[in-house]
C-alpha cells in the first residue's frame, strides 16, 4: 500500500470516529492491525493530524467561540461560565496524562485491550441509555461546577485506548444529569483544550521522529479529517438527538468482538 493511501485511510478513520462515542485512538490502532503497517512509524502521524479534526469544530461552532469571545470581554456570566465549566473539566486528563504519559503509551500498543474496551464501552452505553434521567441544562453554559469535574474525571477514562473520549464524556454528562445535545456539544467543545494538548505533548516528545518528507502526508490526513469530520459532526448531533446513543453502542460491541476473533485467528 502506497503511503499516501495509507495517509488518506488514517485521515478517514480519524475524521470519522474522532468525535463519535467509537474510539478514534482504538480504530486507529485497529487500522493497523488489518492493514498491516508499520504502527511506530505512522504513530506520530496519527497525533499529527488530530488538528484537522479539532479545526471541524471550530468551522461548524465559530459562531459560539465567537460570542464566548464577545461575552468574556463584556466579562458576561454565561461566557464565564462556559469557560470555567470546560477549563474545569480539562484538568483533570492533564494531571492524569503527565502522570501516566508512559503507561499510556504502552496500551496504545495493545489491540486486545481496544477490542475489550469497545464492548465494555458499548454495553455501558447502553445502561446508562435506560437509566440516566437528564434534564435540560441550559447549554455548556448551564453545565453545574459539579458536573463538570465529574466529566472531566470521566474523561480520564479514555486515556485507555478503545474507550473513547467523546463517549466517555457524553454519557458521563449525561449520567450526570445533563441533556443529550449539550453533553454532545460539551464533548465537542472539551475536544479542543484536551486533544490540541495531547497532541502538543506527544510532538514534543516525539519530534526527534518528525522528518521534512513526513510534511506532505501529515497534511494530506490534516484535510481529509478536517473534511470528513465536518460531515461527521452535524450528522452525529441528528442521530443523536432522534435516535440516542444505541446504534454506537451496538457497534462497538460488534467491532470488539469481531476484532477479538479476527485477533485469535490471524
Same mark, same amino acid.
Given at each position: 500500500?502506497?503511503?499516501?493511501?495509507?495517509?488518506?485511510?488514517?485521515?478517514?478513520?480519524?475524521?470519522?470516529?474522532?468525535?463519535?462515542?467509537?474510539?478514534?485512538?482504538?480504530?486507529?490502532?485497529?487500522?493497523?492491525?488489518?492493514?498491516?503497517?508499520?504502527?511506530?512509524?505512522?504513530?506520530?502521524?496519527?497525533?499529527?493530524?488530530?488538528?484537522?479534526?479539532?479545526?471541524?469544530?471550530?468551522?461548524?461552532?465559530?459562531?459560539?467561540?465567537?460570542?464566548?469571545?464577545?461575552?468574556?470581554?463584556?466579562?458576561?456570566?454565561?461566557?464565564?461560565?462556559?469557560?470555567?465549566?470546560?477549563?474545569?473539566?480539562?484538568?483533570?486528563?492533564?494531571?492524569?496524562?503527565?502522570?501516566?504519559?508512559?503507561?499510556? +503509551?504502552?496500551?496504545? +500498543?495493545?489491540?486486545?485491550?481496544?477490542?475489550?474496551?469497545?464492548?465494555?464501552?458499548?454495553?455501558?452505553?447502553?445502561?446508562?441509555?435506560?437509566?440516566?434521567?437528564?434534564? +435540560?441544562?441550559?447549554?455548556?453554559?448551564?453545565?453545574?461546577?459539579?458536573?463538570?469535574?465529574?466529566?472531566?474525571?470521566?474523561?480520564?477514562?479514555?486515556?485507555?485506548?478503545?474507550?473513547?473520549?467523546?463517549?466517555?464524556?457524553?454519557?458521563?454528562?449525561?449520567?450526570?444529569?445533563?441533556?443529550?445535545?449539550?453533553?454532545?456539544?460539551?464533548?465537542?467543545?472539551?475536544?479542543?483544550?484536551?486533544?490540541?494538548?495531547?497532541?502538543?505533548?506527544?510532538?514534543?516528545?516525539?519530534?526527534?521522529?518528525?522528518t521534512a518528507n513526513d510534511g506532505g502526508l501529515i497534511a494530506i490526513g490534516f484535510v481529509v479529517s478536517f473534511?470528513?469530520?465536518?460531515?461527521?459532526?452535524?450528522?452525529?448531533?441528528?442521530?443523536?438527538?432522534?435516535?440516542?446513543?444505541?446504534?454506537?453502542?451496538?457497534?462497538?460491541?460488534?467491532?470488539?468482538?469481531?476484532?477479538?476473533?479476527?485477533?485469535?485467528?490471524?
Amino acid at each position: 500500500m502506497s503511503e499516501i493511501l495509507t495517509a488518506i485511510i488514517l485521515g478517514i478513520v480519524e475524521g470519522l470516529t474522532e468525535f463519535l462515542p467509537v474510539s478514534s485512538t482504538g480504530h486507529l490502532i485497529l487500522a493497523t492491525e488489518l492493514l498491516g503497517y508499520d504502527a511506530q512509524k505512522w504513530a506520530i502521524f496519527n497525533i499529527a493530524i488530530q488538528p484537522g479534526a479539532i479545526l471541524a469544530i471550530v468551522v461548524l461552532y465559530w459562531r459560539t467561540f465567537m460570542d464566548v469571545l464577545s461575552g468574556l470581554f463584556k466579562w458576561e456570566g454565561s461566557a464565564i461560565a462556559f469557560v470555567r465549566n470546560l477549563l474545569l473539566a480539562f484538568f483533570p486528563a492533564v494531571i492524569l496524562g503527565l502522570s501516566f504519559g508512559d503507561l499510556i +503509551e504502552t496500551m496504545l +500498543e495493545n489491540a486486545v485491550i481496544v477490542c475489550w474496551a469497545l464492548i465494555i464501552g458499548g454495553l455501558a452505553i447502553l445502561v446508562v441509555e435506560k437509566y440516566a434521567r437528564p434534564t +435540560e441544562s441550559g447549554g455548556v453554559s448551564g453545565v453545574t461546577v459539579r458536573q463538570s469535574v465529574l466529566i472531566g474525571l470521566v474523561q480520564c477514562l479514555a486515556m485507555i485506548p478503545g474507550v473513547s473520549r467523546s463517549g466517555a464524556t457524553i454519557l458521563g454528562a449525561m449520567a450526570f444529569g445533563v441533556d443529550r445535545k449539550t453533553a454532545a456539544e460539551f464533548s465537542f467543545f472539551l475536544a479542543l483544550p484536551t486533544l490540541t494538548g495531547a497532541t502538543v505533548l506527544q510532538l514534543f516528545k516525539h519530534s526527534d521522529q518528525v522528518t521534512a518528507n513526513d510534511g506532505g502526508l501529515i497534511a494530506i490526513g490534516f484535510v481529509v479529517s478536517f473534511v470528513v469530520a465536518l460531515v461527521v459532526v452535524k450528522g452525529f448531533v441528528s442521530i443523536v438527538t432522534r435516535y440516542g446513543f444505541g446504534p454506537f453502542a451496538w457497534y462497538r460491541v460488534v467491532a470488539g468482538v469481531a476484532g477479538l476473533i479476527w485477533l485469535a485467528n490471524r
